[in-house]
């Protein structure tokens, strides 16, 4: 009786651990994507805003002081967060330098 109820312990604790890695695997790939995209997307906006720094006639404190801020957060490599807020204060060094104020 003890081997059969050790057989089936084992078996459910294998169907357990199969149920964890089946739920979590999917959702880490998901996350981690989802970051990739996210440092892309904010590489993409701190060379936009470069690019427009370069081609400004003005020198606008308050877009270097984004620009720079969003470099930092880009060396830091942070999560998909760090990300969003570095492409947020890129976009807007962008837009300051477009502008020209």
């Given amino acids: 009786m003890t081997?059969?109820?050790?057989?089936?312990?084992?078996?459910?604790?294998?169907?357990?651990?199969a149920g964890f890695l089946a739920a979590s695997?999917?959702?880490?790939?998901?996350?981690?994507?989802g970051r990739r995209i996210a440092w892309s997307s904010a590489r993409a906006a701190i060379h936009d805003a470069t690019v427009s720094r370069d081609a400004s006639p003005?020198?606008?404190p308050e877009a270097e002081r984004l620009l720079?801020?969003?470099?930092?957060?880009?060396?830091?490599r942070g999560g998909a967060d760090a990300a969003r807020a570095a492409a947020e204060h890129a976009r807007r060094a962008d837009e300051l330098w477009r502008a020209g104020r």
């Fill in 3 to 17: 081997a059969s109820v050790l057989q089936w312990l084992g078996g459910g604790v294998v169907a357990v651990v």
């Fill in 25 to 33: 695997l999917p959702r880490r790939r998901a996350r981690a994507e």
């Fill in 68 to 76: 720079a801020h969003a470099e930092l957060l880009a060396a830091g």
């Fill in 58 to 60: 003005a020198t606008v």
